[in-house]
Nanobody, 123 residues
Framework: QVQLVESGGGLVQAGGSLRLSCVAS????????MGWFRQAPGKEREFVAA????????YSADSVKGRFTISRDNAKNTVYLQMNSLKPEDTAVYYC????????????????WGKGTLVTVSS
């Protein structure tokens, strides 16, 4: 079992930045792909970004490319999502996820989920 705890959400003006953090409970953190999903009010949960075990490969949704950066620190069991140039449409609950193989980034395929952290971007 892997427990994931997100932090760093909050209220920010459009154009601003936030950094989300997610701490994993397990020492085998470095053997999991890590990622972020988000869910806006009235919408389905969607993929945001992911990172490989070592951090050598990253993936991101087209909607956040060039603005959001995912990174990880395996020594701290932590994954980060740096969000810049935020837009009102980025408003959502952001969820940290862990997946053993990283082969299918659909919500139903993720092994573990955090409880989420709310990001609100005002216009």
């Amino acid at each position: 079992q892997v427990q994931l705890v997100e932090s760093g959400g909050g209220l920010v003006q459009a154009g601003g930045s936030l950094r989300l953090s997610c701490v994993a409970s397990r020492r085998t953190f470095s053997t999991y792909y890590m990622g972020w999903f988000r869910q806006a009010p009235g919408k389905e949960r969607e993929f945001v970004a992911a990172i490989s075990w070592s951090g050598g490969r990253t993936y991101s949704a087209d909607s956040v490319k060039g603005r959001f950066t995912i990174s990880r620190d395996n020594a701290k069991n932590t994954v980060y999502l740096q969000m810049n140039s935020l837009k009102p449409e980025d408003t959502a609950v952001y969820y940290c996820v862990a997946d053993r193989y990283g082969s299918n980034w659909s919500p139903a395929s993720m092994d573990y989920w955090g409880k989420g952290t709310l990001v609100t971007v005002s216009s």
